[in-house]
């Protein structure tokens, strides 16, 4: 899924005086991932996607980075794990450029989000991912200096069971921004990712509830909910949300199912009704 070739960016170059970087994403929502890219894209970095650990570490190994965004769920492994085993490459490289490794998670507890900075993570930003934190962080370890997040409340985040019937179905003024920074031809791939990777959630999340398999049901929810909060898909991020974090995600599906189908549906219409008026 990623726009730049392997091959551009092979020879270590070397950090210069300007922001502009090579920045190893890894990530493994297509649509978070597309979402992230087009941003850095714009402010001018180079972009390789990986959307496992295993992807990631061979990249990594045949590439220098200046900076790797890191997201903590993985389909194959912990992103705290992958951070500890890219360190041994560059060890095991000695020539390798010791890069900032930054960890992106929707899990925003405090104590969460120190655990990964004590873990030996450069920084931290949360999901969905702002694009001007985003560009901050990029800027500050490419200049080799510290990031400390401005709103610290980020950091710190406390679930309350949300009015779903009363959350709108989409923000708007996300994906109009979307579309300033990265152009109604990129916005249109996005949305079409989204259309078929949450037809294929909703699919996968009945075939999970029909073998009472809890484990897969929380983790398409996060999947699900990840998509969702790039986009500004308002409720189905709390529908999403709501499953996750439920102690009986079966159950809590179950019981939210009308409600998760119709969302994505009316999701995907309100997504398609912004994209026409710029394209009409």
Do not use: W
Request: aromatic share 4%; charged share 25%.
């Amino acid at each position: 899924r990623c726009t730049i070739d392997k091959q551009e960016i092979i020879q270590p170059l070397g950090i210069t005086k300007t922001v502009n970087g090579r920045i190893l994403l890894i990530e493994d929502n297509a649509v978070n991932a597309m979402v992230a890219e087009g941003f850095l894209m714009n402010m001018g970095h180079h972009v390789i996607c990986a959307e496992s650990g295993h992807d990631a570490k061979h990249i990594f190994s045949h590439n220098d980075f200046d900076v790797v965004l890191v997201d903590i769920n993985l389909p194959d492994c912990n992103g705290v794990d992958l951070m500890h085993q890219l360190r041994e490459i560059e060890v095991s490289q000695a020539q390798k450029h010791h890069a900032p490794m930054i960890a992106v998670s929707a899990h925003v507890f405090s104590e969460e989000v120190e655990s990964y900075l004590e873990a030996g993570f450069d920084g931290y930003l949360p999901k969905p991912v702002d694009r001007e934190a985003l560009k901050e962080m990029i800027q500050t370890k490419l200049k080799g200096s510290d990031f400390e997040m401005k709103n610290q409340e980020h950091a710190i985040s406390t679930y309350e069971e949300p009015a779903i019937e009363q959350t709108g179905i989409i923000d708007p003024s996300v994906i109009e921004a979307d579309i300033k920074v990265l152009g109604i031809e990129r916005m249109t791939k996005i949305v079409g990712a989204f259309t078929s990777s949450s037809e294929q959630t909703l699919h996968e999340l009945e075939q999970a509830a029909q073998i009472d398999n809890a484990k897969d049901i929380k983790a398409l929810a996060h999947k699900m909910k990840g998509s969702a909060g790039s986009l500004g898909l308002s409720r189905l991020f709390e529908i999403c949300l709501s499953i996750e974090s439920s102690e009986d995600q079966l159950g809590r599906y179950l019981e939210l199912l009308e409600p998760l189908v119709t969302a994505q549906r009316m999701s995907v219409d309100s997504l398609i009704s912004v994209l026409d008026k710029h394209t009409s």
